[in-house]
């Protein structure tokens, strides 16, 4: 399987946008990624997928909203409520299938305009098992991290560390709208928002929209010689985080062994890694998931850092850029195509999480 990725765009990566609505953001990024693309979307593209969650925008059927300023009015549009990541899956599908020769994928979030964010959140978990009036939806990632703790030693420095590091790599990327030069000790000084987790180690929200151009082979190489190839991809959904194991990424580590599988990829040497930091302690945990030996050591040794051996979220990741919601996935994705077309690596690995309270993930494999 080899689709390619001919064009990107984004708008916003900012703590809010008041300027634009969600539509106009996802115009601009549309825009900018169909210059990227040299594509005209009335002309050339053959499907759109916009992934976007009622949920979050407060409108029912917010999906009818998608083909215009995606330039897909009375255009084949589908709608996939869920991880963006899982988005680019089904476009995966229309191209290989025969359906589409080239498809384009949106997602987008403004947090900034949710004003109950905790309520929601909270009415996302589990009726029975969740929605225990905490007041604090993140304590079952409190618990989570624990749990992970417990099981490979990692510290709360090792955590601090990763926020370090991601903040740092995030100085040079103009997306990184929270990113920040810090050491150990003054992430683990913070007041904890649950424990083990500080609000450093909590990734904020952002307000963003991301706009991919995939294309077939054949197609791709009309358009461009330097195409980053999609050679695998995997989504898998475990149950709620209530009734998982909880100090594990099972759902990444399926999602990962489906997508390695269609890569053909058995050995990750020279491989980047973009990888969803939701929380600190989770690209630790999704690293484990994929099958990356001892992260915890290789953190402590350096390996993970831009620079390292196996560079994990060079441009700074979710710590560093925001979360935008269900775009979080195509922000990783974004983030992976630009590292790659500096040349410095030739495959990557990128891994998402829908958040708390789901255990859904999606992982793409990424090649030059």
């Not at 098992?129 to 604090?136: H, K, L």
């Not at 090792?158 to 050491?183: C, F, I, M, Q, T």
């Not at 007041?191 to 450093?200: E, F, G, I, K």
Request: overall charge negative; charged content about 25%.
């Amino acid at each position: 399987m080899r689709v390619g990725i001919i064009g990107v765009g984004w708008y916003g990566f900012t703590p809010s946008t008041p300027e634009l609505s969600f539509r106009e953001m996802v115009f601009e990024a549309a825009l900018r990624a169909y210059e990227d693309a040299h594509v005209n979307p009335r002309r050339d593209v053959d499907t759109f997928v916009s992934c976007q969650e009622d949920f979050w925008e407060g409108i029912s059927i917010s999906g009818e909203f998608a083909p215009d300023p995606l330039g897909g009015t009375l255009r084949p549009v589908m709608t996939v409520p869920g991880d963006s990541v899982q988005a680019i899956m089904h476009a995966v599908m229309h191209i290989e299938s025969g359906i589409s020769k080239v498809t384009v994928v949106e997602s987008h979030a403004k947090p900034s305009d949710i004003i109950t964010m905790e309520k929601i959140m909270e009415f996302a978990y589990d009726p029975l098992y969740g929605r225990i009036g905490a007041r604090n939806f993140h304590f079952l990632a409190g618990l989570d991290a624990m749990k992970f703790m417990e099981r490979t030693k990692a510290t709360k420095e090792d955590l601090a560390e990763v926020v370090v590091k991601n903040k740092r790599n995030g100085l040079k990327n103009p997306r990184g709208s929270y990113s920040s030069s810090l050491n150990v000790e003054e992430v683990v000084k913070q007041p904890y928002v649950v424990y083990p987790l500080t609000s450093l180690d909590i990734s904020p929200s952002t307000d963003a929209a991301v706009v991919i151009v995939l294309a077939s082979e054949e197609v791709a190489r009309k358009y461009t010689d330097d195409s980053i190839w999609i050679t695998g991809v995997g989504v898998s959904y475990d149950s709620t985080m209530e009734l998982s194991d909880l100090g594990r990424s099972t759902y990444l580590r399926l999602a990962a062994e489906k997508a390695f599988k269609i890569a053909r990829l058995h050995r990750l040497e020279n491989v980047a890694f973009f990888v969803d930091d939701t929380y600190s302690y989770k690209e630790l945990q999704h690293l484990e998931a994929l099958k990356v030996q001892d992260p915890v050591k290789k953190l402590r040794e350096g390996e993970l850092y831009a620079d390292g051996k196996t560079p994990v979220n060079p441009l700074g990741g979710h710590l560093s850029e925001g979360r935008p919601l269900d775009a979080s996935g195509l922000a990783l994705l974004l983030d992976a195509v630009e590292f790659m077309r500096r040349g410095e690596f030739d495959k990557a690995v990128v891994a998402s999480w829908r958040g708390v309270p789901s255990f859904t993930g999606g992982v793409a494999v990424l090649e030059r």
